[in-house]
């Protein structure tokens, strides 16, 4: 399954951006599909997923408040809004899915990786 990221750039601190994840030419029927994100030195962490035949979600204790992972059925589409963003959420941003039918949070539990969007905030 190929993924693509698209909708990071850069954002002055308390912004907003909204990224988006496409699989062309297929859909996401069957899969949980993640958000994970790696900042320069850092591991790679779970921000967000989503069940697509479900739309249940789960997010990382820091995603909650401010960021919101949703689907699109019509588009194939899953979304990330990110709001009030900080210079801490600085990093690249990598879209993923999963065939498990867990709340997956770790990385080792996705199989499929889009090539990461940079999302850049300034202080």
């Known amino acids: 399954v190929q993924l693509v990221e698209s909708g990071g750039g850069l954002v002055q601190a308390g912004g907003s951006l909204r990224l988006s994840c496409v699989a062309p030419g297929r859909t996401f029927r069957g899969y949980a599909v993640g958000w994970f994100r790696q900042a320069p030195g850092k591991e790679r962490e779970f921000v967000a997923a989503i069940r697509w035949s479900s739309g249940g979600t789960w997010y990382s204790d820091f995603a909650k408040d401010r960021f919101t992972i949703s689907g699109d059925n019509a588009k194939n589409m899953v979304y990330l809004q990110m709001n009030s963003l900080k210079p801490g959420d600085t990093a690249v941003y990598y879209c993923?899915?999963?065939?498990?039918?867990?709340?997956?949070?770790?990385?080792?539990?996705?199989?499929?990786w889009g090539q990461g969007t940079q999302v850049t905030v300034s202080s």
């Open positions: 993923s899915a999963t065939s498990s039918t867990s709340y997956s949070r770790a990385s080792s539990e996705y199989d499929y």
